[in-house]
């Protein structure tokens, strides 16, 4: 929580009220509604701008679910959403969630998906709303001895669900090298931009000051589409 503060507080004077933060999957391991609800409030206050919260377990409606919320400065509910298909171990702890977040800001349709929901074409297809960004909150883990396999597994997925579906793409996670005492982390965060006309831009991974501030030019992503639909590969 304190990472989280040193860097919202360092970004926060470049921010716009329709600027987004997005956090990770599991920034806390509480189960209390409480902590969640007002450090994610805190966030969005300090920013100036709307914060999608990455996640934690919470109970509702008698089952626990991985459970997370976009919120304005002003403490609005902007969003909620869950994680559908839970990962590995974790399936031991919660039970599916049956809903994901959508919401509209400066007229763009946001979809949040929970880390292993991302890997799933057909939830993003479910979207009420054809989406213009898609954000991951994500706590990616691996079995291998370094990151770079998890690392490139999330890149080449990031870039194939930008370049499909016509989105940017933004991916929040846990940095390589965290102090998690069971799981290797891969450091997978970074912004997928299909519309770039260098390769070797279609990705770009958070630097190790720990966030990356992007500007997201809609009107390339509407030309994008345009081109894709004038082709025949554009799904809605």
């Not at 989406?131 to 890149?155: E, F, M, Q, T």
């Not at 930008?162 to 005492?181: K, M, Q, R, T």
Request: hydrophobic share 40%; net charge neutral; charged share 25%.
């Amino acid at each position: 929580m304190e990472e989280i503060r040193r860097i919202v507080g360092e970004f926060s004077p470049g921010l716009a009220a329709d600027d987004l933060v997005l956090l990770p999957e599991h920034f806390i391991f509480t189960d209390d509604p409480g902590v969640y609800d007002e450090f994610i409030a805190e966030a969005a206050s300090t920013a100036g701008c709307a914060v999608v919260g990455g996640s934690h377990h919470r109970r509702m409606k008698g089952a626990k679910i991985n459970y997370g919320a976009v919120v304005s400065p002003a403490n609005k509910k902007l969003a909620e959403y869950s994680k559908l298909r839970p990962y590995f171990n974790e399936q031991k702890h919660v039970t599916p969630g049956d809903f994901t977040g959508e919401f509209t800001i400066n007229k763009k349709n946001v979809l949040v998906l929970v880390c292993a929901d991302f890997w799933y074409a057909d939830i993003i297809l479910r979207a009420a709303r054809t989406p213009d960004l898609i954000l991951v909150p994500a706590l990616s883990v691996s079995r291998k001895p370094s990151p770079g396999y998890s690392r490139s597994l999330w890149k080449h997925l990031a870039v194939s669900r930008a370049y499909e579906f016509g989105v940017f793409v933004g991916i929040s996670d846990w940095s390589d090298g965290s102090l998690l005492p069971k799981y290797r982390t891969s450091g997978a965060a970074g912004f997928a931009d299909p519309t770039s006309p260098d390769p070797e831009k279609f990705f770009t991974p958070v630097p190790s000051g720990g966030a990356l501030v992007t500007d997201l030019n809609f009107g390339a992503i509407d030309d994008f589409r345009e081109d894709r639909r004038m082709r025949g590969f554009f799904w809605k």
